[in-house]
Every structure is written in structure tokens, then in C-alpha cells.
């Protein structure tokens, strides 16, 4: 492994100062034209998220050559796993930086993607944060970390006004709902947010009458699902993982309990390929998930969902779309950038994304732009229904496949 | 016994200036080495000296991460403080702990669940701890990495990397005095026959509580100095039993009991752990899972094979320890 | 809350606990006469519920016809395992042991991985998400069922132990071991049988447990400490302990889901335990 004494660090100094001198007399001739950057992609490809992480890097997959088409800019990945892990995020990312990655993407963990960004503020690498919801990632004041997703706050607030267009949607008027959450970082994120952002949306019909939050590892959830029957409410509010859900729903079926729907204002699981396998069309339809989606009618989706399908013939893009189209995004990202700096140094590349303005992307919402704590908060949600064993787009209009159905039908009323 | 310290010596020299010649990687992973061999060191108090199994030994890194980070967020207060703070609060859990098992003449494997047991009970209290973040984790703030604020340790790595190594050099210190002393006498004689010791008026239940406040309180620094470097906690993650697991390996796999064994088990552990890695990207096999099972293989067969560790083996054969000679070296 | 809620929840709990138990009683039954300290139960557990997936998947086989034949395969298992492995590190420290089985436990938790996949897996049969209904109690078919096999194997155990004539050879080892050997038992070959025996009940709980749960890799360590908690609580060695600590966690569990926040009700069994290692700690039922 090289390693770079202080006697060669003072050279190289030395050297730099010389021929920067010399690039200001004559900028055109000196500056570095980088040919390609090279970019770290930070996932779990081991524990318990493997199966997200696995889909994420899909995403990553198709974009080199997809890139190198719309912007005529070479991208070079270099994988690694972070194992969803703080410590292993850190070392990857270090020893990412130390082989030459130029920026970092990652990492669907909260608790990992904070590590990997103080890693990228320490060493001045631009680090754009493909999924991960804890609002601190971009509170830091750090200049070096842009996060393409929305924080909890703002999945939350999409997620309950989407909640409110269902219910005008289908002239339908729920006074009372339970909210579920699992007890993990990303739940606990979420709670805090409906905790700070419900009450103050005065124009939602219902109230929560109570909340339940339930361990991450339960693996017998009917004590919750007690409980939650026993309020009687109209609805259920959940956040939820991917196999707690199916639990929950297993629990309900058991308990005979049928609310009038499950909507979720931001969190997966209920729209995951695992889903709807585990349950069977039976019971995994008209499960209601608020969140960021691509939209079907924009010629990037359309374009990225063939590429997506010829390199992975067994897969449907709908299985994977958040995964595979953040990261897809946040790998868009870094090459728009790389076009417009010219050069795959950290300071230019980082204000090269501070100026991000992108309007051709496959993701619901405005324009990718970043705002001055490198957020983008133009990220909108979309409402999706379970309908027949896929995820379709119920709202907004402009991007709908079906028209949205609340309330939903019971579980002993729906055809096995 | 001249040879050993010259030998020390020069390993010391050698560490203090290894940071000028190595990337910000094999930075990152001496940290580790030099973390985990402090952590060893505090629990080899316990269970090496003085024969009590703590499994549980996540929980005081934890705590003693929870109150200086907590410290430093809410009141402002310098982490040197903090880590009194952190020392008192970890000597006070080892206390109700080793009162709670000694009390009741609690050992050997009840009192090593009884440890995982207040681990775990721990970890979930702090998932519902909302004023320190609960599960969605405590975050300190972070400034700009390029000034070197050792007051409030905010600063570049290698700051890290000396504040590890003095801890590492303290808890060697500490380990020695103890060893060579009469306290690391009393607690000898109680690991190795604990009702001869009874019998020949050794105070058992008092110096089986010193060792486990002396080693908890160490494992507190540890916590410190971990909150500081990584600046987020999650319980999930601090207080979990893979730590504890974690921090045991090295001082067994490197000889339980002995001065040199959890530094040597901790520098074998990490390099074989990012060696394997490096190994497993070359042959661009990433099946994930792989490099546990070599570990779990490694493990099986080094405590097969050997049971008290490499280094009384390797302290033997450089001439440091006399053949046959007390294990404790 | 009204009362039929906390009833159905009641016998939940209590359904439950008793399949905690009959994974609990492998361990029981190990520690008791082996002394060993066996960290890695709940990856055998998890082992046993991917063979029960694996069959259900593959052939379409119902977890229930798997009992036997998982049964007598981890019997086996249990027996290799002890005479190859565990045998020799009978004698060593503590530690060693833990070790030793720690690392069998990692091996086996990333085999799992590396051949099942991270995913979670269940079995879901015809029954999985049938109920009675008797009044107001709404009683879940497949916990009912689970808790009856769990109690007959209990109850075939106890047999074992109390008439047929290895088991009461087994039992003298527990008692007195030097006595057993004066008397000329073949001790290696009992101890053998008796880690058999542990293996094969935690390989019918993981057959169980399949029908309740989904599985993933990393199930494991879990079940082994919460086995521990449930042996501790009962009583190290003693059968009735085992499964009545299984159905103590298990209702104390739910109710304390019920009045407190759900996602703190495993702090319950830790505190319980505490509570018995300070208070009791031979467990609340003597040893037989």
C-alpha cells in the first residue's frame, strides 16, 4: 500500500504551490482534464439489509453506461460492502478515499451514512447520500454531503398530505387511526416527525387515538396487534421494515381485525417484491404506501426501466423503484457535477453539486437541486396501492395507473 | 525480564511515530487495534486476573459513551470532564453488579449471563431514552475537522490515533502495577482457588468488587473515547452483545491473563480481520458471510489448539519469560 | 381495555411459552448433566426451522410431518456434535467452552447465510392464518397446535427420564458422576445421548417455530440467550421449570406489552432473571 511520508508530502506541496503559481498565469493550458471519475458506492451487502443494499446496487450497475450516453462522461464504480455497520462504514469509506475514489454514494443506513460523512468532510470527498432519512445527516453543517432523499421531516410531511388526498380522492372521511412504528432509528425518526408535523396539519380528518411501537427484532407481534384492535380506529398509520409488515399483516388476519386501510406516510416494506410473495395477492393487496417513487410517464423512468430490464431479465423495475432509482440518481448526480467542474477534485466538485439543477429525472418531485445544508427538498411522494401483486401509482393524477380505493375490502370479503 | 522492557520500549518508539508514514486507512486501523487493545486490557482485569467472566462488558462502554457525549451535548461540558463523569457512572454499574452476584455468591456462569443480562436490559432502557435520542441514535455536533481542538477532542485522526495509544500505554501501566502488586496478588489467589483464598483470609467479596469496579471503570475511557471519534450512538449498536463479544476475543485469543496477550490478540484480530477482507476483494468473491466463517473456523481452532493463548507461546520462544514459568507475563 | 382482549392475549403468551419452553428444556436438559454452557441452542434452533422451510418449499411438506424426522436427524446432530467436538473441552475453563461454542455458533449462522440468503422465510400452510373463535376468545390454530406437541414431547422426555433405563442412567450422571462411574456407566456415551436428546428437542421447537415465525440467518442468538433466561428463571436441570419459565416470559411478555410500551416488553425477562439470580438463583423449581 503507498504510503506518503512527510518529507513527500512537503515536496508535493512545494511542487503544487510552483505550478499553481503557473496555472494562474496560464489556466487553459494547466488545468487537470480529468477523464473519469471514479466513484465509491457505499451499500449493505451483508446483515439484514442485504436484500436492499442488493437492489441499490442494481441501480448503481446500469448507470456507467446509461451516463456516458445522456452526458459523454466516463464513470468507474468501485463497490464495497458496509456491512450496516458504523465502524465497518468508516474504514470502507476511508480505504475507499485512499484507492482513489473521487465521491462517495451511499448508504440506505442512517446510523452508517453519518459515519461515511464525516468521513467524506474530514477528507473533502463530496458524498451524495442515495437513501437515508435521519434529518441529522444534513443538520451537521458539513459541505461536503448532499442527500437526493427526503429527510423523515419531509417524507412525513408528504406522506400525510398524500394521506389527505386519498381520503378526498374517495370521499371518504376516517375520524380515528392507530400509528404503529418500529423502534429503530429510522422509526423513531419517523415518530418524532408525526409527532412534530400531525398536529399542526388542521385540515386532516383524524385523529390518532394511540401509539404502538414495537421492537425491530419481535418476532410475535399479536400483543400489538391487540392492542391496536382494541382502539377501534378507522385506520392504521405504520412505519414499518419490510418483514415486520408482513408479521402485522399476519397478526390481522389472525385477530380477524380489517381497518380501513393501512397507509404508511414514508417507510418500506409494504410495496417490497418479499411482500407481496409472503402474503400472496390475497392479503398484500391494497396496502397503502406514501413515498418517494419514480414517475412511470417521465422519459428517464422509461428509458432507465428498459436498461433495468434487458441487464436483469428477471426482475421488474416496480420491485426495486426507490433502490434502484436513488441511487441510479444519485450516480446522475456525480456525472452532471463531473461534466460541469471539469475535474474530479473534491472543492470544485462539491460547488459543481451545490449548483445542481437537473429537470429531465425519473423521480417524482421538482427539479434536483440542493439547498444551502446540501438538501434537496423538492422530493415528492407518490401514493401507492397494492393492486393484484405490484405496486401501481394511485396519486397524484398526473402520474396515476389507478384510481385509488379506500376503504379497503376485508380480509374474509377479498377471493382467495 | 530486561529483555522485555527493551523490547517494550522499542515497540513504544515505534508506535509513536507510525502515523507519519501510513495512509489515513491503515490510520483508521491501528485506531482499532490500539482501542481494542485498551478494552482488552480493562476486561483481562476481570476475568484474567481475577477470574470473573463478564459478557457483558459492552454495557459500560456504553454508558460511559451515553453520560461524556450526553455531557458534552446538553451542558457544554469538555469531554475530560465528561470522562470523570463516564468513570464514576461505570464504577457505580460495576458496583450494583458485583454486589448484586458477590452478595449472593454468584459465579463462574451465572455470573457471566447476569452480566449479559444487564447488557441487554441497558441497551433497551437506552432505546427508549429519548433525552439522549433513543433509537434514533445520539449525534454530537461536528465542526470543521481542520483545527485541532484537543480540549474538546474535535480534530484530525491522528489526534485520535495518540489520545488511543495513551490510553492503550495507560491501561498496560495500569495492568503491570496491578499485576505486581498485592492487589493483583489478592485477585491471582481468588482466580485460582477461590475458597483457599477464602480460607487463608483473603476479604474475597472486597477485592472480587475492586476488580470489577477497576475494570468497568477502564471499559468507561474506552466509551469516552469511542462517543468522541465515531460521534453517534446508537444503542442498538453500542450496548449490543457482539460488542461484548468483540472486546473479549482479543485477550483470549492473544492469552487471558497475561500483560501482553490482549494487545497481541488485538493487532492479530483486526489485521486478520481487514486481511481477509483485502483477501476476499482480490478474488472478487463477495459472497457476504465468507469472512465470518474464517473466523468462526480461526477461532474454533486457535481455542482448540490453543487454549491460553499465542502469546505465552511466542514470550517463551523470544526469551522474555523463563520455560514453565508463571503464566504471567 | 377490555377483558377479552387481555384474555386472547393472556393465552397467547402463554401458547407461546410453551414452545419457548420445549427449546428452553433442550438446554435444560444439556446443562444439566453435561455442564456445558451451550451458545450455540438457537442456532441449532435456526437451523431446524430452515430444514422445516426447506422441506415445505421443495417438497411441499407440512412442518408437522417434519417433527419426526427432524427429531431423530438433530438427535444425531447433537450426539456427533458432542462426542467430536464438545467432548474434549469438557474439563477446560469456562471460557473455553463459551468460545468453542461461540464459534460453532458463527460458523453456523453464516453458513445459513451464505446458502439461505438474507431474506426472511416462512411457512405459510392451508391453517397458518386460521383462528376458533369459542365466545369472545379468539384463539390462533397454529399457536394451539404448536403448544400441544410442545407438551407431549415434554411429556415423552419425562418418560424417558423417569422409565426407560438410559435415561435413568443419564440421571445418575447428574446426580453423582463419580458414582456413576464407579458403577461402571459408560459416561462418554451417555453424555452423548443426552446432548442428543437436547438437540433433538430444539430441533422440534425449530420445527415449530417455522410455523410461527419467519426465519432469518441471524434468528440465532436471540433464542439462545432468551433460552437461557427461561432455564435460569426455571431452574438449571429441571424439566418443569423449563417449560414453566417458557410460559412465564411468555405471558409476562404480553401483558407487559399490554400496559407498557410493546417495544420495551423484552426488558421483562432480563429483569425477571435478575430478579431470580439475586433472589433464587437454583431456579424457582428444584432440580429432579
Redesign the interface.
Known amino acids: 500500500m503507498p504510503s506518503v511520508t512527510r518529507r513527500d508530502f512537503n515536496r508535493l506541496a512545494a511542487g503544487s504551490a510552483i505550478a499553481g503559481s503557473a496555472a494562474l498565469a496560464a489556466p487553459a493550458v494547466v488545468r487537470a482534464q480529468a477523464s473519469k471519475l471514479r466513484v465509491g458506492v457505499l451499500l449493505p451487502r451483508s446483515g439484514a439489509l442485504a436484500f436492499i443494499g442488493q437492489s441499490c446496487q442494481r441501480g448503481a450497475d446500469i448507470a456507467p453506461a446509461m451516463l456516458r450516453e445522456m452526458y459523454g462522461v466516463e464513470i468507474e464504480l468501485m463497490n464495497a460492502d458496509m456491512e450496516s455497520s458504523v465502524d465497518v462504514a468508516r474504514s470502507r469509506a476511508e480505504k475507499l478515499i485512499d484507492d482513489g475514489a473521487q465521491l462517495l454514494v451511499g448508504a440506505f443506513d442512517s446510523g452508517p451514512t453519518a459515519a461515511i460523512a464525516q468521513v467524506a468532510e474530514q477528507r473533502k470527498v463530496p458524498f451524495v447520500v442515495n437513501i437515508a432519512a435521519a434529518p441529522q445527516i444534513t443538520e451537521q453543517g458539513y459541505k461536503y454531503t448532499f442527500r437526493n432523499f427526503p429527510s423523515a421531516g419531509d417524507l412525513i410531511g408528504n406522506g400525510l398530505s398524500l394521506t389527505s388526498d386519498i381520503f378526498q380522492a374517495t370521499s371518504a372521511a376516517p375520524r380515528t387511526a392507530v400509528f404503529m412504528h418500529v423502534n429503530d432509528t429510522f422509526g423513531s425518526s419517523m415518530a418524532k416527525g408525526i409527532a412534530a408535523i400531525l398536529p399542526k396539519l388542521t385540515h386532516l380528518p383524524f385523529k390518532l387515538v394511540d401509539t404502538i411501537s414495537y421492537d425491530r427484532e419481535a418476532r410475535d407481534l399479536s400483543v400489538e396487534i391487540a392492542k391496536a384492535k382494541a382502539t377501534q380506529a378507522d385506520f392504521i398509520l405504520l412505519v414499518s421494515r419490510l418483514n415486520d409488515a408482513i408479521l402485522l399483516v399476519r397478526e390481522l388476519v389472525k385477530q380477524r381485525w380489517s381497518p380501513q386501510a393501512i397507509i404508511s406516510p414514508g417507510s418500506p416494506g409494504m410495496y417490497e417484491a418479499q411482500f407481496y410473495k409472503a402474503l400472496g395477492n390475497r392479503y398484500s393487496d391494497y396496502c397503502i404506501s406514501n413515498v418517494p417513487w419514480y414517475n412511470p410517464n417521465a422519459a428517464l423512468a422509461q428509458s432507465v426501466e428498459a436498461t433495468f430490464h434487458k441487464q436483469f431479465p428477471q426482475e421488474k423495475l416496480m420491485f426495486h423503484a426507490l433502490n434502484v432509482g436513488f441511487t441510479f440518481e444519485a450516480i446522475m448526480i456525480a456525472a452532471d457535477a463531473f461534466k460541469r467542474a471539469g475535474t474530479t477534485d473534491g472543492d470544485p466538485l462539491a460547488e459543481a453539486i451545490r449548483q445542481t439543477n437537473i429537470t429531465e429525472h425519473m423521480m417524482v418531485g421538482g427539479p434536483i437541486t440542493f439547498d444551502a445544508k446540501g438538501q434537496n427538498t423538492q422530493i415528492a411522494s407518490a401514493c401507492i396501492q397494492n393492486r393484484d401483486g405490484e405496486p401501481v401509482v394511485v396519486l397524484p393524477q398526473d402520474a396515476a395507473q389507478k384510481a385509488p380505493v379506500y376503504p379497503v375490502p376485508a380480509w374474509n370479503e377479498r377471493k382467495a | 525480564m530486561q529483555r522485555s522492557i527493551l523490547a517494550l520500549v522499542v515497540l513504544l518508539a515505534v508506535l509513536l511515530v507510525l502515523p ?7 490510520l ?2 491501528m485506531i ?1 487495534i490500539l482501542y481494542f487493545a485498551f478494552v482488552g486490557q480493562a476486561w483481562n482485569v476481570m ?1 484474567g486476573f481475577c477470574g470473573q ?1 463478564s ?1 457483558g462488558h459492552a454495557l459500560y462502554v456504553g454508558l460511559g459513551a451515553y453520560t461524556s457525549a450526553a455531557l458534552y451535548q446538553h451542558f457544554e461540558l469538555i469531554p475530560w470532564v465528561g470522562m470523570i463523569a463516564a468513570v464514576l457512572v461505570c464504577v457505580a454499574a460495576a458496583s450494583i453488579i458485583g454486589w ?2 458477590f452478595r ?3 459465579g ?3 455470573f ?3 452480566t ?3 447488557a ?2 441497558t441497551r ?2 437506552f ?2 431514552f429519548d433525552w439522549v435520542g ?4 445520539f ?1 454530537l ?5 481542520s483545527r485541532m481542538d484537543v480540549l474538546n477532542l474535535r480534530g ?2 491522528i489526534m485520535f490515533y495518540y489520545l488511543a495509544l495513551a490510553l492503550a500505554v495507560a491501561g498496560f501501566l495500569l495492568s503491570a502495577w496491578l499485576l505486581r502488586g498485592r492487589l493483583g496478588f489478592y485477585f491471582r489467589a481468588i482466580r485460582d482457588n477461590e475458597e483457599a483464598a477464602r480460607a487463608a483470609g483473603v476479604n474475597v467479596f472486597r477485592y472480587k468488587m475492586y476488580a470489577v469496579q477497576i475494570s468497568g471503570g477502564m471499559t468507561a475511557l474506552a466509551g469516552v473515547f469511542f462517543a468522541f471519534y ?3 450512538l ?1 444503542p ?2 453500542i450496548f449490543h ?2 460488542r461484548s ?1 468483540e472486546i ?1 476475543l482479543a485477550p ?1 485469543i492473544g492469552g ?1 491473563g497475561t500483560l501482553f496477550g490482549p494487545v497481541l490478540g488485538a493487532a492479530v484480530l483486526t489485521l486478520a480481520s ?1 486481511g481477509i477482507n483485502a483477501a476476499l476483494e482480490a478474488l472478487g468473491h ?5 469472512k ?2 474464517l ?3 480461526a ?2 481452532l486457535s ?2 489448539f490453543m ?1 491460553h493463548g499465542i502469546w505465552p507461546g511466542i514470550a517463551r520462544r523470544l526469551g522474555f519469560t523463563r520455560a514453565r514459568d508463571d503464566s504471567d507475563a | 381495555m377490555p377483558i377479552d382482549a387481555v384474555v386472547n392475549i393472556v393465552i397467547s403468551g402463554l401458547f407461546t411459552g410453551l414452545v419457548y419452553g420445549l427449546m428452553a428444556l433442550g438446554l435444560s436438559v444439556i446443562y444439566g448433566v453435561v455442564r456445558i454452557v451451550n451458545f450455540a441452542h438457537g442456532e441449532l434452533m435456526a437451523v431446524g426451522m430452515y430444514a422445516a422451510v426447506f422441506a415445505f418449499v421443495m417438497a411441499g411438506i407440512d412442518p408437522l410431518w417434519m417433527l419426526v424426522p427432524l427429531a431423530v436427524a438433530f438427535f444425531g446432530i447433537g450426539y456427533g456434535l458432542q462426542r467430536a467436538l464438545v467432548n474434549p473441552f469438557i474439563g477446560r475453563p469456562e471460557h473455553s467452552q463459551f468460545i468453542l461454542l461461540l464459534a460453532v455458533a458463527l460458523v453456523l449462522v453464516n453458513l445459513l447465510l451464505v446458502f439461505f440468503g438474507p431474506d426472511a422465510r416462512g411457512v405459510l400452510v392451508s391453517y397458518s392464518l386460521d383462528s376458533y373463535q369459542i365466545g369472545p376468545l379468539l384463539i390462533d390454530k397454529v399457536r394451539l397446535i404448536c403448544a400441544a406437541v410442545a407438551l407431549i414431547t415434554c411429556a415423552i422426555l419425562f418418560a424417558i427420564f423417569r422409565y426407560l433405563s438410559f435415561g435413568k442412567a443419564i440421571r445418575a450422571c447428574a446426580d453423582n458422576l463419580l458414582g456413576a462411574q464407579v458403577v461402571g456407566l459408560n459416561v462418554k456415551h451417555l453424555y452423548a445421548l443426552t446432548f442428543g436428546l437436547g438437540t433433538a428437542c430444539v430441533g422440534i421447537a425449530g420445527c415449530l417455530m417455522s410455523l410461527l415465525v419467519d426465519v432469518t440467518p441471524g434468528l440465532g442468538p436471540a433464542y439462545t440467550l432468551l433460552a437461557f433466561v427461561i432455564v435460569i428463571i426455571g431452574g438449571l436441570g429441571s424439566m418443569v421449570g423449563a417449560l414453566a419459565g417458557g410460559v412465564l416470559i411468555g405471558v409476562s411478555e404480553s401483558v407487559a406489552g399490554l400496559l407498557f410500551t410493546p417495544s420495551a416488553k423484552g426488558m421483562v425477562s432480563f429483569a425477571l432473571m435478575i430478579l431470580v439470580l439475586v433472589f433464587r438463583p437454583q431456579g424457582l423449581f428444584k432440580a429432579r
Open positions: 507519519f508514514a501510513l495512509d489515513r486507512y491503515m483508521s486501523v482499532l476475568m467472566l459478557l448484586l452476584a449472593f455468591g454468584i463462574g456462569t451465572y457471566a449471563l447476569l449479559i443480562a444487564f441487554e436490559f433497551i432502557g432505546e427508549h433513543g433509537t434514533a441514535g449525534f455536533r461536528v465542526t470543521q475537522q484530525d485522526p465515531y460521534n453517534n446508537f442498538e449498536q452483545i457482539s463479544i473479549i483470549i487471558i481487514e463477495e459472497i457476504p458471510g465468507v465470518q466463517i473466523y468462526g473456523v477461532l474454533g481455542i482448540m487454549p
